[in-house]
């Protein structure tokens, strides 16, 4: 049982450079979500999927795309990646019924 | 628009000592109080989490203490150890936590020295 695993695990791009954070979960949750971590910002919402088929925007989604491939896979794409993207992202599913989130181990990400 | 505020940003504690990491929200419609614990390059970690029909949780060394009144509630470390060392989100949320819409603070930073 590997809880949410996310790929890849620290990344360096350019400006204006493209990549696909990928996530998956093997605990069955319907909830998925990708999270960014700054210093002294806390954990911020990007998007969240509720269940397969469905995505939705939280608090910062601006040049963030999002898929929910089927109910084990979801994906964050950077289109053209910007500095203010340099951050940790991390991809959580929402346990069943007990309200817990299940963080991935992050993926840091370096825009330069 | 922050609703959940946390401090401190940080927090030296000796070993054997208390911890105490306090947070204050706005919506009263939250009623879900979880808090996260977060090592060095790993993701957070639920640690404990309370509802308000309780002031007070209490697991082994952790303890959160809650009062709707005043809109806070905060946890408490009792006999620190360096193991304790990381970073501590508190949250909250609607629903029972069943929703989309954690809303997280800031964060603490705790260093318990030896």
């Known amino acids: 049982n590997a809880g949410v695993t996310q790929t890849p695990k620290f990344q360096v791009l350019k400006t204006g450079q493209s990549m696909t954070l990928q996530c998956a979960q093997d605990m069955n949750h319907n909830s998925m979500y990708w999270y960014r971590q700054d210093p002294g910002m806390g954990l911020r919402l990007i998007y969240y999927s509720a269940s397969e088929g469905t995505t939705d925007k939280g608090e910062v989604p601006n040049g963030y795309n999002v898929s929910r491939l089927n109910k084990r896979e979801f994906s964050l794409r950077l289109e053209s990646a910007a500095p203010s993207q340099t951050s940790v992202y991390f991809c959580?599913?929402?346990?069943?019924?007990?309200?817990?989130?299940?963080f991935g181990e992050g993926s840091r990400l370096t825009v330069l | 628009q922050q609703q959940v505020k946390q401090s401190p940003q940080s927090l030296i504690v000796q070993k054997g000592g208390i911890s105490i990491i306090n947070c204050a929200y706005e919506?009263?419609?939250?009623?879900?109080f979880p808090w996260y614990q977060q090592f060095p390059g790993k993701g957070p970690a639920l640690l404990i989490a309370i509802r308000p029909d309780v002031s007070e949780k209490k697991e082994g060394r952790f303890t959160i203490s809650f009062n709707k009144s005043a809109k806070q509630f905060s946890l408490h470390i009792m006999d620190s150890q360096p193991g304790d060392s990381a970073t501590y989100f508190c949250a909250a949320s609607t629903e029972g936590g069943a929703t989309n819409k954690l809303i997280f603070g800031t964060g603490t930073l705790l260093a318990v020295q030896p």
């Open positions: 959580v599913s929402l346990g069943l019924n007990t309200g817990e989130l299940f």
């Open positions: 919506n009263t419609a939250f009623d879900y």
